[in-house]
């Protein structure tokens, strides 16, 4: 059972990139620089990773038109994230 004090999981860039992960970056409303890491799902959709968030760290995004939904996602380990993966269809490498 999860308790309030546990940690999103990190992962290192290397582990991402191996999972099928890649590097997108993009400029928020104010104008600054941002990354994250994201994998793309079937039609418009992917999980991302943003390693700079201080209490979410993974989210999934649905586009529809011009507006997006999105989902704060709370993984705290490797098998939740596949899991995850596995539900939205998202193909990865493992």
Known sequence: MKTLN???LKLPIKTLKELGFYRKSYQD????????YQIKGKVNDFVYY???EEKYVWYYKTVIG??????N???????????????FRIDFNF
């Open 29 to 36: 409303e104010e104008g600054r620089e941002k990354t994250n």
């Open 6 to 8: 546990e940690k999103q």
């Open 50 to 52: 943003n390693p700079l």
């Open 73 to 87: 996602l709370d993984i705290t380990n490797i098998p939740q994230l596949l899991h995850v993966l596995q539900i």
């Open 66 to 71: 011009k507006g997006a939904i999105h989902v």
